[in-house]
């Protein structure tokens, strides 16, 4: 079935260092792909998503890019902050299954002053 | 005005119990899900529901039992609770499947069982 890799965390950087998060996915169809990003303590909030190949998708500084030719939609931020340390999730949606959402493990960052 | 609520918070309960958990949105969705977030923070969606109509039901115990009165509720109910049964529990309510628009996600309900 439809799965999710993500690069294992902990990742701890110093602020305004640049940031990279790998995720890669394995598919049957042509899903949508997603960055979920949970704060501590509260629920998962959409970051960004891309609906098909060579799309980025942006928010609040941080950036990802569908590369079908990879299976791939890293995320990336220039300039960390402090308020940036949370768990952040790649997910993809397959319609072929049944358009759920299906998560990678998370990969927890901690951005220090 | 909170969008997904979930109540409550935290639930701490012994073996063998029965509990529920309750989810309300206010976002006029057609679709609400329950997910379970392990110690490792891996998730995996449970049960999803449209429409008060239950379209998704992964590999989960029939301990689990999803109810859905209205499309702004979804409970979950769990019976004869086990030490494995220990995670967080997330509602989210999207309208249209999860690759139309962005999952909207409760606090979660900390569950403990002793």
């Known amino acids: 079935g439809d799965s999710v890799t993500q690069m294992e965390g902990p990742v701890t950087l110093s602020e305004e260092a640049f940031l990279t998060i790998n995720c890669t996915y394995t598919a049957t169809g042509y899903p949508s792909l997603f960055w979920y990003v949970q704060y501590p303590g509260e629920g998962l909030q959409l970051l960004l998503k891309a609906t098909k190949a060579d799309d980025k998708g942006s928010n609040k500084g941080f950036e990802a890019t569908y590369r079908k030719e990879t299976t791939s939609f890293h995320l990336e931020k220039g300039s960390v902050q402090v308020s940036d340390s949370a768990v952040y999730f790649c997910a993809l949606s397959d319609y072929n299954q049944g358009g759920k959402l299906i998560f990678g493990q998370g990969t927890e960052l901690s951005v220090k002053p | 005005d909170t969008a997904v609520s979930q109540t409550p918070k935290y639930l701490v309960t012994q073996m063998g119990n029965d509990k529920s958990i309750k989810c309300e949105q206010n976002l006029g969705h057609d679709t609400m899900y329950w997910y379970k977030q392990d110690s490792k923070k891996f998730l995996k969606i449970m049960f999803s529901?449209?429409?008060?109509?239950?379209?998704i039901n992964e590999t989960v115990p029939n301990r689990f039992s999803p109810k859905s009165p209205d499309k702004a509720h979804l409970n979950l109910h769990i019976n004869s609770l086990e030490l494995g049964d220990s995670a967080v529990y997330f509602c989210?309510?999207?309208?249209?499947?999860?690759?139309?628009?962005?999952?909207?996600f409760g606090n979660g309900t900390r569950l403990t069982v002793t």
């Open positions: 529901y449209n429409n008060k109509e239950l379209i």
């Open positions: 989210a309510s999207s309208q249209g499947g999860a690759g139309n628009s962005p999952l909207h």
